[in-house]
DNA sequence: AGCAGGTATTACACCGGTAAACGATTTGAC
DNA sequence: GTCAAATCGTTTACCGGTGTAATACCTGCT
């Protein structure tokens, strides 16, 4: 068993201040180093294609929810504010990867589509992704991979309902 | 056992796409969505004290190794670029945080280390930080985060093997 | 001296968030 | 019924933070 660079800086911190209870660094930093370096390595299939991570994001929540959304229900979807949003529709929509609509009844709403490009993009890039994913957790084993993702969940439970009332 | 967002997003994708292999997203969608969770509420005291994450640590990065540090060293040591550094340094010296001296051998380097402030600050954060932290862990009964934090610590020696060594 | 390699900083551009602005709709008082 | 005010959804304006790339500077070697 090899040791992580968390378990070293926990380690310099030891050393430092004996006193100190690291025991949420073992857990928070682990996964805030993990979000990190993936987010670097992961968007490869997606930067071969000309998109961000956030964009990809965008398109693939109109594309899983099978129907028109508004650009507030998109903002809420991938947890980022309307004006993000707003500027990733204009950059997509100059791509022609999704489409606006505005609502008959309420001409202040919008409804946001995927075009036929759009669609085919994601349905083409997704698979791609996943694969590129699946190849990164490759060092784990199912069993392995199981627990994680059960005990992720647990956590996420606990954020969702600690912090995701606080939000909006 | 309710579930979580990824959870419901993974249901979608099934309904949308049957023969899709959604298992990369049952982790990889939770470290991400837990990282962004964690960092918006996270940074609660640091915020109080007028720090950035990346702020602190930086400032964590000198205490804890317990010695002066180069720019260069701290990029590597924070995962940031240099020019990020500089910055943060800049702010830091601002508000005598820190302090740079240039190496007498070589004047291309500098050496960084906190004054009196800077490190009374981060000794007096940094408990503050790792109890909340602590708190919002507080779901997880103590095998559970063991038992996280291990496979966690599992799957950064596989990306760091694999991404960190591309890494630079 | 000149050149190759290394360190830090600066210049520039992008991306995201907050807050203000804008247009549209609903509510409520008269 | 109508006007004014509050509210809502979206967009725009602005600002701060980060990365890449160009720059300045230094060292050590030939």
Known sequence: MTDDIVASVVRQWQTVNPGLDTGPMEIIGRINRCAALLQQAEDAPLRSAGLTRAEFDLLGAVRRTDRELT????????????????????????????????????????????????????????????????????????????????RLSELLVQLEGRLGGARR
Chains 1, 2 share one sequence.
């Open 71 to 150: 650009p507030g229900e998109l903002a809420r979807e991938t947890f980022s504010s309307g004006a993000a949003v707003t500027k990733r529709l204009r950059a997509l929509q100059d791509r022609a990867l999704v489409e606006r609509r505005g609502d008959d009844r309420d001409r202040r709403v919008a409804h946001v589509r995927l075009t036929d490009e759009g669609r085919a993009l994601v349905d083409r890039l997704l698979p791609e992704q996943l694969a590129y994913e699946r190849s990164v957790l490759a060092g784990l084993d199912q069993p392995g991979r199981d627990e994680l993702a059960s």
